[in-house]
Structure formats: C-alpha cells, structure tokens
C-alpha cells in the first residue's frame, strides 16, 4: 500500500499547513493536486490517505468546476473502502454531499476565531476528546451542510450546529480550520476581510490545538483496519 497522501488544493492560497508538516513527520510523501491549474486526481489504489482544502467556490457548483463531482466521487469512495478521508471547510462540505448530505448558502457567512462547542459524540472522539468540551476554530465560510446519514456530529458553534462529523472510523469533515501555520497566515493575509484582527495570541492558541487535533488524526489514521 502507498504511503502517498494526496492533497487536493483549490487555490494558491489555500494549502495544507500543519497537515503538510505532520505528514512529512510520520514519514508520508505528500501529493498535491491543485485543482485550480487544472490537474486530474488520483485512483483510489494510488492514496494511502485524502485530504481536502478549503476555497471560494461552493461544492454545489459542479457546473462550473467540474472538478468538484470527481472530488466527491473519489471521497466516496475512499469512505467506502474504509480509507483515512479529512475535508477542511469546502473540504468538509464535499465530503458531506459525497456522503448523500446536502450543502446549501448559510444565513451568514462565519468569518474570523471563534469557538467550536464538542458534542458527547465529539468528547469521546479519539482526536478531539483530549481537548476538553471545546476548542478555538477559525471560521471562514458561508455555505453549510446537513449531517450525513450514518455520521457522528462532532461539534457545534453558536452560528452553524454542523461543524465537525465522523464517518465511520477515520473519514472526518471539520467546518472550521485548526490547520494554519506562519505560511498559511501571510498566504491568507490579503484574502481576508482587512478589519478582521487575527492576534498573534489566537493563532498560537489554535496552532497548539490544531497541531494535537492533526496528529491524533494521523495516528488513527495509521492504525491497521480492524481483523488485522
């Protein structure tokens, strides 16, 4: 089996972050598939583990990134296989319409920290159980999703109830992002609204979190398929 993850990007600004430097730490190459430079995606044989990023454009917009139906295809399908799947924010939201769930325009777009409340199913999750009853998020989305059939809700925030959701053993969709790093943030910087305050206090706070959150990802991720 390959140890390859692949990485699927929208657009320049929106990398993998701390997702990125866990991989390389537990020795995983990392494909990156930038999907706005027009690349095909990958056979379900030749990933070891999925991971989808963020981006402007909504996962029900198939009819103008086309890109978006084979992402879900291939997200469906590394969920039936039983495969390591994380969707961050569009990534999550894709992952939700792979899975049956619709994704719709929110009332509000959620922009900037904030706090993400656990729910009993998210206090006994093997990633997000350390962490106590909640956790900082940065929120930058205005599209939502309804749960998946068959999916744990994980966590909540006081504007969206779907914030977070387990599929199965280890195919997770987080509404919000715990994944920035130093390079994410001056990526973002000229994308964001220029009045949002992004002290450097909350963007270490969510790099701590966001580091322990990504690495007990991986580490379930590692382990072998039950029966084996």
Request: aromatic share 8%.
């Amino acid at each position: 089996m390959t140890r390859v993850w692949t990485v699927v990007q929208h657009v320049p600004w929106e990398g993998p972050g701390l997702i990125a430097a866990e991989a390389k730490a537990r020795g995983y190459g990392t494909d990156i598939r930038r999907m706005d430079l027009g690349v095909s995606l990958p056979e379900p044989d030749e990933v070891a583990g999925l991971v989808v990023m963020g981006g402007p454009m909504g996962a029900y917009e198939t009819d103008q990134h086309s890109f978006l139906a084979a992402e879900c295809h291939l997200m469906a399908e590394m969920a039936r296989r039983g495969r390591p799947v994380l969707g961050v924010c569009l990534g999550a939201q894709l992952l939700a319409q792979a899975l049956g769930a619709k994704v719709f325009p929110g009332h509000r777009p959620e922009i900037g920290f904030g706090t993400v409340q656990l729910t009993a199913a998210g206090r006994e999750d093997p990633i997000f159980a350390p962490v106590g009853t909640s956790l900082p998020a940065f929120h930058w989305h205005g599209d939502t999703f309804d749960l998946p059939q068959g999916a744990a809700l994980l966590a909540s925030s006081a504007e969206y109830p779907h914030q977070a959701f387990r599929f199965g053993k280890c195919v997770y969709g987080l509404q919000f992002h715990v994944e920035p790093g130093t390079d994410t943030w001056r990526a973002w910087k000229e994308h964001l609204p220029s009045a949002l305050d992004c002290p450097p206090q909350k963007r270490d706070e969510l790099e701590r979190v966001g580091k322990g959150v990504i690495a007990r990802f991986f580490a379930l991720a590692s382990e072998p398929p039950s029966g084996q």
